[in-house]
């Protein structure tokens, strides 16, 4: 669901839209984006950006920067989610061993669903094991004492 924010955004880019070609039809543009029609209110993240640049095709064909950046913009936010689950050599020692690469940007959007997944099923597995017991503190030696234990 998309946050009280990201519907302004919609309704604010779907105005440009329909201003630019009156003619333009909401719900042609989320088959055209998405491959079928679903209600803005449900969009993913993902599934808003792609709307938006279909919005942007018709509003401002000329400005092609910004509706890559929105196409790219899946693929930027997972990068960020992964580094912040782990330290970058972990990260690169798992890349390394499972796509034979170091750069996070190598990977395609599936593939770095599918390390999110990982490092995130690592991470909670590690906050429910229990802490371990601290060894325990070896007895003070009794000063003055003869006995040999």
Request: glycine share 2%; aromatic share 6%.
């Amino acid at each position: 669901m998309i946050s009280k924010k990201q519907n302004l955004w919609y309704w604010r880019e779907w105005g440009k839209a329909h201003r630019a070609d009156p003619t333009a039809d909401r719900h042609d543009l989320h088959i055209s984006a998405l491959g079928k029609d679903k209600s803005h209110a449900l969009f993913t993240n993902e599934e808003l950006e792609l709307v938006i640049a279909e919005f942007l095709c018709i509003s401002e064909p000329e400005n092609l920067e910004v509706q890559i950046r929105l196409l790219k913009q899946p693929k930027a936010r997972l990068i960020y989610r992964i580094k912040r689950l782990a330290p970058d050599a972990y990260i690169h020692e798992l890349l390394s061993d499972r796509w034979k690469t170091r750069d996070l940007s190598d990977l395609d959007v599936s593939d770095l669903h599918q390390l999110r997944n990982t490092l995130k099923s690592r991470s909670n597995a590690l906050r429910r094991q229990p802490a371990q017991p601290a060894a325990p503190e070896p007895e003070p030696a009794m000063a003055g004492s003869n006995e040999p234990f």
